[in-house]
């Protein structure tokens, strides 16, 4: 399989994020090219959440700077984020309990919905015309994450592998040019991460979305990512292919320890 | 709607893809085929569906598909699978649907032994399948598929999405229109249109040929017999290989012209039922045995009201539902309006649960259902059925009449199936209805079709009083006691199955004066009940051995024995003594096998001091057993175990329907 990956999209240089005294990030310097599946890897308090929330605009790095698309990105706030294309899931599960898999899916379409408040409350004209097209697209996400069968299920009395999957398909519903995903497989049985690796590589593959993925199962990140990128104590210890990392002397210290 | 409904008889349709220009012209404009996608449901109506079936023939006879060849398809229950079947009999060839959830190297025997060429599949999963054992299927040149997702990057040879075949097909059948016409009619009614694989579970499959005619005429008297017509609406969701969905959704669809709806996926059925409402229905017992038990589930979770409303109208239920749905006389006036008032507040709501509002008719087959789950279905005013056939047979031997409903046999023979018993027992069946052949297997053919013209159907069984054919074992099975009656072992272990104490029976009698069974209870039903009871008890082997118990399967026992009692075929069946086992018969043991059969010799022959003391006058016996723990360590297990008579019924020819 060649896969075509593209040009660089997003990247970072120097970014050094502190909260008080304490430095999350120290001069991060990577980048995130096109179509391919970037993996951030680390210890526990690596700064690998803090990362995703740089990304995408809940946190403001004090230093540094990133370039989306070709444009310096500065004091981007997550609506703007989430409208030029970047969409996320939580590591841990922020959907709506009450309401069904489709109308979670639904608030996914948010951004994309045009027509005002008293033309939907009505639901005629233009307003219906634009309904049924976002649930045409709700659909084909349901149909692509295999969840029909829970379409109007409510969220929260669904195992938590299939929430999990239903907060995939809430973050593709706003068609995202880069998905964030932070520890997609946390907590999942073995069945279930197999599932979600396949759900992963299909969206990469036939949307051809670019994905950022944070996660602690070493097995998964090697076998479904591109290119890894390794941090520890908020700084960049190793970057490169699978291969190249799980070589690279840093790292393992880094998992296993090293004697001083 | 039974008037109105009834298919015209028209002549000359005498093959599918003939019966199926028809529809497209007299009934063009009405729904052939639904699926649901993207959470709606997609309607093709018969002019298209004849359409499509022309597109997708053309392009096979353009990729080189030619008559007498064999299409095989795979997949769950797609319109376009359906259609592809239709398309290869256009061409005179062969559909050769395959079981969709069986592993590659099992495909891989029968794409051999049918000498697949091309095959039509769902999707990349079956795609994969394919490709791993196209090395060991060299005739396997096309590999079509329905549902491209996943197949980008695939480069294969011969790998090709059905919709780029179908285009191709229209642009030929656009450029020569005669051609396809032409195809279909060199078509025979004699020609093989299907070919389905016996399951295999005594030796390799073999594949079954059946021919136009036969499946057209098996189809045709079902259709007269519930009058089915082009109203009527089915759910397809049971695998297009087994001869039951072929016949239901496929030949009889096709007969009467009624509709067939696709589930959007397999885990969806249960709400595709309730979307649909369709009127004729077909399930296995143990897919009614799930409902069942889901209706109860919740009602336990009920409010105090509903519950015992839902208690009150089943008991009305038990008492006349059934009377009431066959229109029998005698049902008494006050209960025919507690039955109306139960219909209005429960068995209504309950049928809309269920998907079942709009069922006129609703078969099981397969395994022998259950007594009170039938009269269950029954009560709430479904009509549901029996009926008995096999891959060879079209599924299509025996059917129980509206009115005629006896839980215990399978019903009266269809209009134009002879069905004989012969001496052995076993259950000789002739008419239009047969295979033609075996495919590649004479010997096999001349074995199960005699010079007469009757088929082996390998089942013993015989009639009943009213004329209704009662299936009781496999022929291998049957024996005879001593006193020169039948014996048929599996029977009388359903039976005792049935009730809900007892987990397994085996019964013993071949050569022998009386039947004897031994018994494991079920460990959860009757440790519940001794719950109850507070009855203490340290294990199985304990449990088992209790007095009390044993008064219980007594009980059960001696309703088994009042059933078997009314049929004086079976009367000398009677169970006259048992024994509760020490210990739960396991496949780790081998004393079942995989699929929880009784390995009858095996087990006979480990418990032979036990059979011996059954038949002699002690009433307990010491046995010291090994098992099997699931580490993998044996131990043994010991007990005296306590030997019962159960009281048996003179022979009566009382009569009682379910």
Redesign the interface.
């Known amino acids: 399989?060649?896969k075509r990956i593209g040009e660089v999209i997003l990247s970072f240089t120097n970014i050094s994020l502190s909260f008080g005294g304490v430095n999350a990030l120290t001069r991060i310097g990577f980048d995130v090219k096109e179509h391919e599946i970037r993996a951030i890897i680390g210890p526990n308090g690596a700064g690998k959440s803090s990362m995703l929330n740089v990304i995408n605009g809940v946190y403001h790095p004090q230093q540094g700077e990133i370039v989306f698309r070709g444009k310096a990105r500065r004091g981007m706030n997550t609506y703007e984020s989430a409208k030029s294309g970047i969409a996320r899931t939580f590591q841990n599960i922020a959907l709506f309990k009450g309401m069904s898999v489709l109308d979670n899916i639904m608030t996914g379409r948010n951004l994309k919905m045009r027509s005002n408040f008293l033309l939907d409350a009505l639901y005629w004209g233009p307003a219906q015309r634009e309904e049924i097209a976002h649930?045409?697209k709700a659909?084909?996400i349901?149909?692509?994450l295999?969840i029909?069968?829970i379409?109007?299920t409510p969220v929260g009395r669904l195992p938590y592998g299939l929430q999990k999957r239903v907060e995939l398909g809430r973050a593709l519903a706003a068609e995202p040019a880069i998905l964030l995903l932070d520890e997609p497989m946390a907590g999942m049985n073995v069945e279930e991460k197999q599932d979600m690796c396949r759900f992963i590589l299909?969206v990469n593959?036939?949307l051809g979305t670019t994905i950022v993925l944070i996660e602690h199962d070493m097995g998964v990140v090697m076998d479904i990512s591109d290119r890894v990128v390794v941090l520890d104590y908020g700084k960049k210890i190793a970057d490169g292919t699978p291969d190249e990392v799980r070589a690279n002397q840093d790292v393992i210290d880094a998992y296993l320890g090293v004697a001083h | 709607m039974s008037v109105a409904n009834a298919a015209p008889e028209v002549a000359g349709l005498d093959t599918f893809p003939r019966l199926l220009l028809h529809h497209g012209r007299t009934q063009g404009a009405r729904p052939a085929t639904r699926e649901k996608d993207l959470g709606i449901w997609q309607t093709w109506n018969w002019s298209q569906v004849a359409n499509e079936v022309r597109a997708l023939a053309c392009g096979l006879a353009e990729l080189g598909f030619r008559r007498g060849d064999n299409l095989a398809v795979i997949g769950d229950n797609r319109p376009r699978l359906y259609w592809a079947m239709a398309a290869a009999q256009c061409l005179g060839g062969v559909a050769v649907p395959l079981y969709q959830d069986a592993v590659a190297a099992e495909m891989a025997f029968v794409l051999q032994d049918a000498e697949i060429g091309f095959a039509i599949v769902e999707d990349q999963e079956q795609v994969d399948k394919m490709l791993e054992i196209k090395s060991q299927c060299p005739a396997l040149g096309h590999i079509l598929y329905d549902d491209p997702r996943g197949l980008r990057h695939y480069t294969q040879a011969g790998l090709q999405s059905l919709e780029e075949v179908m285009a191709m097909g229209r642009s030929h059948d656009h450029n020569q229109p005669e051609f396809i016409d032409g195809e279909i009619s060199r078509g025979e009614p004699g020609d093989i249109a299907v070919m389905l694989y016996t399951s295999g579970t005594t030796g390799k499959p073999k594949g079954v040929c059946q021919t136009h005619s036969s499946f057209i005429t098996a189809a045709k008297s079902g259709c007269e017999f519930d009058r089915l017509g082009p109203a009527d609406s089915i759910l397809s969701y049971l695998p297009m290989a087994w001869v039951g969905d072929h016949l239901f959704s496929y030949a009889q669809a096709m007969v009467a012209g009624f509709t067939i709806n696709c589930p959007e996926s397999g885990d969806t059925v249960m709400t595709d039922l309730r979307e649909i409402g369709p009127t004729y229905y077909f399930a296995p017992p143990r897919v009614f045995e799930n409902l069942l038990t889901t209706v109860m589930i919740r009602m336990e979770d009920a409010g105090r009201i509903k519950r015992r409303m839902f208690d009150y109208f089943m008991a009305v239920a038990r008492r006349c539902g059934a009377e009431v749905l066959d229109g029998r006389p005698g049902v008494a006036a006050i209960d025919r309006f507690l039955y109306a008032a139960g219909d209005l507040l429960v068995y209504g709501p309950l049928r809309n649960v269920l998907g079942m509002s709009r069922i006129r008719v609703a078969y099981t087959a397969g395994a022998a259902i259950g007594p009170d789950l039938f009269r269950f279905y029954r009560s709430i005013g479904v009509n549901l059925k029996q009926l008995y056939g096999s891959t060879e047979t079209c599924a299509a031997v025996c059917l129980q009449p509206d009115g005629e409903i006896k839980f215990d046999s399978v019903g009266k023979p269809a209009p134009g199936v002879e069905v004989r018993i012969a001496e052995n027992g076993e259950v000789l069946v002739k008419g239009k209805m047969l295979l033609k052949e075996y495919y590649k297997r004479p010997a096999d053919t001349a074995e199960a079709i005699d010079a007469e013209g009757y088929f082996h159907t390998g089942d013993a069984g015989f009639f009943d009083e009213d004329g209704h054919l009662k299936i009781i074992d496999r022929a291998k099975d049957v024996g005879k006691t001593a006193g020169g009656a039948m014996f048929a072992p599996n029977y009388i272990e359903n039976k005792l199955k049935f009730f809900s104490f007892i987990k397994e029976a085996v019964a013993f009698g071949h050569g022998r004066e009386m039947v004897c069974a031994f018994i494991n209870i079920d460990m959860g039903a009757v440790g519940n009940w001794a719950e109850r009871r507070s009855i203490s008890y340290s294990g199985y082997t304990d449990l088992a051995q209790k007095k009390p118990v044993y008064e219980l399967i007594r009980e059960c026992i001696e309703k088994a024995n009042a059933e078997l009692a009314q049929d004086p075929m079976l009367c000398p069946s009677q169970v006259h003594r048992f024994l509760i086992l020490h210990k739960e018969l396991d496949p780790d043991d081998d004393e079942l096998t995989r699929t929880r059969k009784v390995r009858r010799a095996f087990v006979a022959e480990k418990y032979a001091v036990l059979i011996e003391a059954l038949y002699s006058d002690n009433d307990s016996q010491f046995i010291e057993t090994q098992v099997k723990f699931e580490d993998g360590r044996s131990g043994m297990v010991s007990a005296d175990l306590a030997i019962m008579d159960a009281r048996v019924f003179p022979a009566q020819a009382q009569r009682k329907a379910a």
């Open positions: 399989m060649t649930r045409k659909e084909e349901i149909d692509f295999e029909q069968h379409r109007k299909d593959d036939q």
